[in-house]
């Protein structure tokens, strides 16, 4: 038996079968909602085939990549499909970024093809050209591949170990890395078990460029079921989707679930009935305990879970709704497949087979991040008498005054709970005598008086040490933060700041 016929012959974890088992087991059911559209897992698969079958005839093979820049459009998932089915490495790309943004993210990719939405026709040309890459607007993939034969394509498939995705990251430096997710990595992330279960429609809030997004539908389609993806991710069109779609699942980040306890507090938003929602999940790390119980309280037939992980990582560990209250702060316990360690300086390390396979084609990033295979958060964590986690800050966001390391997340916790602040970042702010200081910036509500530095000081006196308190002050009238996962760019904070006091 030849290498080739033997590798044919196992059984590998490819994304691909995902789609040919569902539509085998249950062709009419609805596997993707937009809007009025909507695919069932047949239609799917035929449409994957069929794109699959245009890209061969395009030239792509195994091992291409194929960047996607576009917002979020059905006709992305066939591609997506298609892709996997392929084994050409699917790596999309956020269509809200500008021509030089986009470029430097695109251009690490190398990409041999770049499917690109209506509005990126003329600046995807331009990319395309520069990078030597075949372009097809997804309108126009869509139109031609409805020519092709919607059987299975005829090309060797993909091993499990095969690259399947690329998701882009700016990282600390602002420098995008490409986190190379492997087939078995994405199958093993988002298989629902050995017996399938009920699962329900699932509201997805995240744009088609974002790996939530499509870790959701894949597990939804693992346990085929339907996702719904959303135009925008406005509390309106969450709720609607949610009651037109009698949605059972929904996962948001914090910053999403104030926007949506926010709506259903207007005349609008109240009497919405949100009753089949059976699970309501959040995170990315610490989650406030108020913002838990408003969930708790707006959604009272859903269990409310918190979840910690990311795109390297996968899950890491996730919080119970039993013990929301009773481990307030905490992101719960690590996952069944995840080890976890807390290195001497407090920071999160995790190994296990979730784990991402490094950055594609850049080994200086990768030999910083993976460990003898453990995998560096970049995330201080903490861990309780009960093997409870909680993640305290960033490794690189702690800023040091007069020897002492402040953490700005803790601050920021405190905080948040004056009246007069809306939002809030804390930053270390350069100055002679203690090499940093802290600094509170913060918007203010627009319903109160501007706070005063002695009065924020005075607002932590009980619950943080001295030198954790601000001894700066600005007031700003928003606060940059990353938009997918609404973390605080507070390098670009303090540039703006700086440029200001310049100024």
Not at 15 to 38: C, H, K, M, Q
Not at 217 to 243: E, F, K
Not at 496 to 501: E, F, I, K, P, V
């Amino acid at each position: 038996m030849t290498a080739e016929s033997q590798e044919e012959s196992r059984f590998d974890l490819r994304i691909g079968s995902v789609f040919i088992n569902a539509a085998r087991a249950v062709p009419d059911r609805t596997a993707a909602i937009l809007g009025d559209e909507a695919l069932t897992f047949g239609q799917l698969n035929r449409r994957a085939n069929q794109v699959a079958a245009l890209l061969l005839a395009r030239g792509l093979r195994r091992g291409d990549r194929l960047v996607t820049w576009s917002p979020t459009a059905l006709d992305l998932v066939p591609v997506f499909a298609a892709a996997s089915k392929l084994g050409v490495v699917f790596a999309p790309t956020n269509a809200s970024l500008s021509l030089d943004e986009a470029m430097a993210v695109i251009e690490p990719a190398r990409p041999a093809m770049l499917v690109v939405g209506d509005e990126q026709v003329a600046d995807g040309a331009r990319v395309a050209e520069q990078l030597g890459a075949q372009v097809l607007g997804l309108s126009e993939l869509a139109g031609l591949a409805g020519n092709e034969k919607t059987t299975e394509p005829n090309a060797p498939r993909p091993s499990e170990r095969d690259p399947h995705v690329i998701f882009f990251t700016s990282g600390s430096t602002g420098r995008p890395k490409g986190a190379t997710l492997s087939h078995r990595v994405n199958f093993l992330r988002t298989h629902p078990g050995a017996l399938l279960e009920h699962r329900g429609p699932m509201v997805s809030p995240y744009p088609l460029f974002h790996m939530g997004a499509w870790t959701i539908a894949l597990q939804q389609w693992q346990g085929r079921d339907a996702v719904i993806l959303l135009a925008s991710a406005d509390a309106v069109s969450i709720c609607d989707a949610i009651v037109a779609h009698r949605a059972e699942r929904l996962n948001c980040i914090p910053a999403v679930w104030r926007r949506i306890l926010d709506h259903l507090g207007t005349p609008q938003g109240r009497g919405l009935d949100l009753s089949s929602v059976r699970f309501a999940d959040t995170g990315t790390s610490a989650t406030p305990l108020e913002l838990l119980t408003a969930i708790d309280e707006a959604f009272p037939e859903a269990a409310v879970r918190v979840f910690y992980g990311s795109t390297e990582a996968g899950s890491v560990s996730s919080l119970d709704h039993r013990d929301l209250r009773r481990k307030p702060g905490s992101c719960g316990v690590p996952a069944p497949s995840c080890q976890v360690r807390i290195e001497s300086d407090g920071e999160l390390w995790v190994r296990g087979p979730l784990v991402f396979d490094g950055y594609f084609e850049d080994d200086v990033a990768t030999a910083a991040a993976l460990v003898d295979g453990w995998y560096r958060t970049g995330d201080l964590a903490e861990e309780d008498e009960d093997g409870y986690l909680s993640i305290v800050g960033r490794a690189k966001d702690v800023l040091r005054t007069g020897g002492e390391t402040v953490v700005p997340t803790e601050v920021e916790a405190v905080l948040a709970d004056h009246p007069a602040v809306a939002d809030v970042a804390v930053i270390g702010w350069p100055d002679t005598r203690w090499g940093e200081i802290v600094c509170a910036v913060v918007v203010g509500r627009p319903d109160a008086p501007a706070p005063t530095i002695d009065e924020l000081r005075a607002h932590c006196r009980s619950r943080l040490a001295a030198f954790k308190h601000p001894r700066r002050l600005a007031m700003v009238g928003s606060i940059p933060r990353t938009p997918s996962t609404q973390q605080v760019q507070r390098r670009l904070l303090v540039e703006q700041l700086t440029a200001s006091d310049d100024s």
